[in-house]
């Protein structure tokens, strides 16, 4: 049995949630990557995307410099248990229709699974019908 532990990317690096929105995207640069956890309190509040700073900042006339990610970070984040198998995964990806996402180990953030992640570690025929699922037309 593959379990998400076997798959994520451990050492997935927070942004607090009252930092700003220009150093979440110097941050992302930086490590190259498109997403970074919110956190605050030790605890997980959401997810801010490259995409996120885009379209929910400046594209709407919003200063990166003063909105801070605790404002973009919306509901409860969706997670799934580390030792959870790779089917649970898929399946609350796939559900939530989500490309990333967070992996908890006694209600702390451990990892984090991407969909680059999934394309390393699963079958070719898996990750397609992955990328089918969350590209469909709601």
Request: with cysteine; net charge negative; hydrophobic share 40%.
């Amino acid at each position: 049995m593959t379990t998400a532990r076997d798959i994520m990317h451990s050492g997935v690096e927070c942004i607090g949630e009252r930092q700003n929105l220009a150093f979440a995207a110097q941050r992302m640069r930086e490590l190259d990557v498109g997403a970074l956890p919110i956190c605050g309190d030790d605890r997980l509040h959401g997810i801010i995307t490259d995409r996120d700073i885009v379209l929910k900042c400046v594209a709407t006339g919003g200063d990166p410099n003063t909105v801070t990610a605790g404002e973009l970070a919306q509901g409860k984040p969706i997670t799934v248990e580390a030792g959870a198998d790779v089917q649970q995964v898929l399946q609350a990806m796939e559900q939530h229709r989500i490309r990333r996402l967070p992996m908890i180990d006694q209600h702390r953030l451990v990892g984090l699974i991407s969909e680059a992640d999934l394309a390393r570690h699963l079958p070719e025929e898996t990750v397609g019908r992955f990328v089918e699922a969350i590209c469909a037309s709601p």
